[in-house]
């Protein structure tokens, strides 16, 4: 089975300059969302129509379609799929034909369809020519609906709505949008459709009507979930649609052991990993290729993005985690944020208000209070005390920081780069240090402490 995907139009409704289906959906373009789908489906060879901003679709999608440019994206759809022809004008076999800003279609329905095409082949003995996929809505308003042959599920037409009969708006089988069928038939309704006398579109549902009246055999299949038809028009449209995928995903990860804390508030994208066991609590933020293992807490309001966390780590609220990883039974936070492809070793702590940007950290080590690792390898079971600062920046070049295994840093001190600190030395807390520190030695550097008698009275007074 081939695939085109309808991805010409403008979307005026979204009030954007950008192409309507790289509005982005959870971080991916909507696009990508139809793409997956049909891949999951088992449908590699697609055509993807492209019209308004056609270069920044194909800079977006690349070479994974074959791409067919319609020169009126107001042509209608019937006049977008004439534009992909010589993609299936001798084909013999069936195509899908779907839209660009359908991304709520899923792959097990696509995946249904293609079952319900071989059975009724396999046990009816009937050559489908088309097979369009509709839904069941208490309140059809709005949407073309499909009339079936009474007592079947053999479609006699699609209606859209301002030409249907008031008998027929009664209808509440609508039209999804996705259609099968089969080419050479196609091809002999394609040519026959006429423009719509209200728009001077030209509508793929009209096939759907010739083929009907020409007695070939085009039949429903009905959408389990009811959500899945629904188009992206306008932002509100795309508001609902994201809020639909993202409920989708929190239940996908809940039943592979997975548990959500007040899910409804709480961000994820598709590219993320997540195993049993994993407890995010609410208003977590989980994107990109974020992976999460076994038995891991994220916390109120962590942020985690393009980062690995290993098993049995916590993350307590309100840290942000970029592009780095968390070794097991780690912990961080809360308020800290660690960036620039930093790894904070097993069981190590980075505490409040601590940043560390593109670091090592060591086992065990101890950073839990209002510090700035940056540029540095941290050996294991140091420790770093509040109010410590890496110097790593003079303004032109960053420069690298060493701390060996076992080494102190007390409080208040600043470490200005490069320097080398040995195992198991010791700065003493409030040192201002600029030179390598031997392994064992301690290093002080303070100014003189003077007491000037009765000199803070007189300021005061």
């Known amino acids: 089975m081939k695939a085109i995907v309808l991805g010409a139009g403008k979307g005026t409704r979204m009030k954007s300059k950008k192409p309507k289906v790289l509005h982005p959906l959870l971080g991916k373009p909507m696009i990508w969302y139809v793409l997956s789908t049909l891949r999951q489906a088992g449908l590699e060879d697609i055509a993807l129509v492209v019209g308004y901003g056609a270069e920044e679709v194909k800079k977006e999608v690349g070479d994974q379609v074959t791409y067919f440019f319609q020169e009126n994206p107001a042509g209608g759809t019937a006049d977008a799929v004439l534009s992909a022809i010589e993609f299936w004008r001798t084909y013999e076999g069936y195509i899908l034909i779907t839209n660009g800003d359908s991304p709520l279609v899923s792959p097990q329905t696509l995946r249904g369809i293609q079952r319900f095409i071989h059975m009724v082949e396999e046990y009816e003995k009937i050559k489908l020519s088309g097979v369009v996929l509709y839904a069941s809505l208490p309140d059809p308003t709005g949407y073309g609906r499909v009339i079936f042959e009474e007592g079947s599920d053999r479609i006699v037409k699609i209606v859209e709505e301002k030409d249907a009969t008031p008998q027929e708006r009664g209808v509440n089988t609508v039209n999804a949008g996705v259609y099968v069928f089969w080419a050479p038939h196609l091809l002999e309704a394609i040519f026959k459709i006429k423009p719509s006398p209200v728009t001077g579109e030209l509508y793929i549902t009209d096939a759907v009507n010739i083929l009907s009246e020409k007695g070939y055999e085009v039949r429903g299949f009905m959408a389990s979930d009811p959500s899945e038809i629904l188009g992206v028009n306008d932002r509100w449209d795309l ?62 309001g962590v942020v985690l993005e393009n980062s690995t966390v290993e098993e049995g780590a916590r993350i307590l609220p309100y840290s942000v985690v970029e592009s780095s990883t968390i070794k097991a039974g780690a912990i961080v936070g809360p308020f800290a944020r660690l960036r620039n492809n930093t790894v904070v070793g097993e069981s190590a702590e980075v505490g409040n208000f601590v ?58 001190s600043l470490l200005i780069a490069p320097i080398k600190v040995g195992k198991l030395a010791y700065i003493a807390g409030g040192s201002a240090v600029s030179k390598d520190v031997p392994e064992g030695t301690l290093a002080v550097e303070r100014a003189r402490l003077r007491i000037v008698k009765d000199k803070g009275k007189q300021k005061l007074l």
Do not use: C, M
């Open 355 to 412: 940043e560390v940007k593109n670091s090592t950290l060591g086992k065990e080590v101890k950073a839990k209070h209002l510090s700035y690792i940056g540029d540095a390898t941290v050996g294991d079971r140091v420790n770093v005390g509040a109010g410590v600062v890496f110097a790593n920046f003079d303004g032109k070049k960053k420069y690298h920081t060493v701390v060996e295994e076992g080494a102190f840093i007390g409080s208040n």
């Open 239 to 300: 508001a609902v649609a994201e809020n639909l995928l993202r409920l989708k995903l929190i239940k996908y990860w809940a039943q592979r052991g997975v548990t959500f804390r007040n899910p409804e508030t709480i961000w994820i994208e598709p590219d993320v990993d997540l195993s049993p066991e994993v407890e995010v609590r609410q208003g977590a933020v989980l994107k990109g290729k974020t992976k999460v293992e076994k038995g891991v807490l994220i916390g109120e």
